[in-house]
């Protein structure tokens, strides 16, 4: 006689998934504080210390450059390391370069290169949380609600940085900017603390070392090869490294751009700030919606059209409609970028092999997120040289160039984008 196989229980909804619930809840609260020191570092080297374009240049590729440097030598050792400890220690390790800030602020001590240097070692604990951070989602969350899993992180992120710009405005002028950057550090902790409460199964031992076994440049190379030989991770890869030139080379001038152009004061820059990552909101709560109706492919074709073009108001900024146009601008932009992140970030994780998704990670990243440095400190030069809004200009319109190749890639004519067996 023989017995039918029990029916296996299928996973819970994400609302009532424990453990996506407290990474979901500790990355809003650590993605609330990080969004209210992107407005409060520029603001308290602008205010504090009376930065210029070359000064916010640096600030940016401070706090971008640790992916040029560490990005592939992270993705390896992540790789053979539990996520949620890497996590951990990236939030602790966090907390206290930011809490240096406000000390140093008190004692006197707090210098320009002392901010640049936070920003960077700021930087280096991204690297490594952000390598982490798709295997976590992967133990937490079914590979059937993968989609719906980045939709909800991606839309809480960009719920916070709507909130963030406004509150770190706000608190720009009750706490002052470096004691503002309190709020980030404490931000950090409650992260690190979700991610401890996380039940995760036991681990399973892990093979001892030896003389077999891949060196960590072979690991290097793996990843890039990886990438290299998939026509589309490699266009992927390319393109957004263009992008993301452009959107860092503007992000990095906007907030003097509103304060020196448009003669904003602290609080109005985080109220428009706030308002244009409204985009974000909208972005998330589109993408998934998006991408089942028009397919994958069809959808981050679709999506390039916010997220591109638009960005051409954004040097339109001025008092009166012309900061209508800016925040325009910004809010459309940000609806194609995150829906389209959404849609890409939940495609990479269904379908680069598991054993890959830290090198994976981080070899894009160090194309993606590289440029980012380089677009910093060709925005401060630049803006140095010809001025805030022509500079401005120039970044929105690489921009919207990358954006617009995409309609020329391997995406052009499918409808869902492949699934992991090729």
């Given amino acids: 006689m023989t017995t039918n196989p029990a029916p296996v229980a299928p996973p819970p909804?994400?609302?009532?998934?424990?453990?996506?619930?407290?990474?979901?809840?500790?990355?809003?609260?650590?993605?609330?504080?990080?969004?209210?020191?992107?407005?409060?570092?520029?603001?308290?080297?602008?205010?504090?210390?009376?930065?210029?374009?070359?000064?916010m240049g640096v600030l940016t590729a401070a706090a971008w450059v640790p992916w040029l440097l560490i990005g592939l030598p992270a993705g390896a050792w992540v790789d053979t390391l539990p996520a949620r400890r890497v996590m951990i220690l990236s939030d602790l390790a966090a907390a206290l370069t930011l809490a240096s800030v406000p000390v140093a602020w008190a004692l006197d001590l707090l210098t320009l290169p002392h901010l640049a240097v936070a920003a960077f070692c700021n930087g280096v604990c991204?690297?490594?949380?952000?390598?982490?951070?798709?295997?976590?989602?992967?133990?937490?969350?079914?590979?059937?609600?993968?989609?719906?899993?980045?939709?909800?992180?991606?839309?809480?992120?960009?719920?916070?940085?709507?909130?963030?710009?406004?509150?770190?405005?706000?608190?720009?002028?009750?706490?002052?900017?470096?004691?503002?950057?309190?709020?980030?550090?404490?931000?950090?902790?409650?992260?690190?603390?979700?991610?401890?409460?996380?039940?995760?199964?036991?681990?399973?031992?892990?093979?001892?070392?030896?003389?077999?076994?891949?060196?960590?440049?072979?690991?290097?190379?793996?990843?890039?090869?990886?990438?290299?030989q998939d026509r589309i991770l490699r266009f992927f890869t390319v393109v957004g490294g263009i992008s993301n030139f452009g959107l860092t080379g503007y992000g990095a001038l906007i907030v003097l751009f509103l304060v020196r152009e448009v003669h904003l004061g602290s609080g109005a820059v985080g109220l428009v700030m706030a308002v244009a990552s409204l985009g974000g909101v909208l972005g998330a709560l589109i993408a998934t919606t998006v991408s089942q109706r028009?397919?994958?492919?069809?959808?981050?074709?679709?999506?390039?059209?916010?997220?591109?073009?638009p960005a051409l108001l954004v040097p339109l900024g001025a008092p009166g409609a012309g900061l209508v146009a800016l925040v325009a601008g910004l809010l459309l932009v940000g609806i194609g970028v995150v829906a389209g992140n959404i849609v890409r970030g939940a495609w990479r994780n269904r379908y680069v092999p598991e054993h890959m998704i830290a090198r994976q990670v981080t070899t894009a990243q160090v194309v993606n997120l590289g440029t980012m440095p380089l677009a910093g400190l060709a925005a401060g030069a630049l803006g140095s040289a010809i001025g805030l809004r022509p500079t401005i200009l120039v970044m929105a319109a690489i921009h919207v160039l990358a954006c617009l190749s995409m309609y020329w890639s391997p995406l052009r004519g499918l409808r869902e984008m492949p699934t992991l067996d090729h």
């Fill in 13 to 55: 909804p994400l609302a009532r998934n424990r453990n996506f619930s407290l990474l979901w809840f500790g990355e809003g609260v650590s993605v609330l504080g990080n969004a209210t020191t992107s407005i409060l570092l520029p603001l308290l080297a602008v205010v504090g210390f009376d930065a210029g374009p070359g000064w």
């Fill in 294 to 309: 028009l397919g994958s492919a069809r959808a981050l074709l679709a999506l390039q059209l916010l997220a591109g073009p």
């Fill in 126 to 228: 991204t690297v490594f949380f952000r390598a982490a951070y798709p295997a976590l989602v992967r133990q937490v969350a079914p590979r059937e609600q993968q989609e719906s899993a980045f939709a909800r992180l991606f839309g809480t992120e960009s719920a916070m940085q709507v909130a963030g710009p406004g509150a770190g405005g706000l608190l720009a002028q009750v706490l002052s900017s470096a004691g503002g950057l309190l709020v980030d550090a404490v931000s950090f902790l409650v992260s690190a603390g979700c991610l401890w409460r996380l039940k995760l199964p036991p681990a399973e031992p892990r093979e001892v070392v030896d003389s077999d076994q891949p060196s960590l440049r072979q690991r290097i190379r793996e990843g890039v090869d990886y990438i290299r």
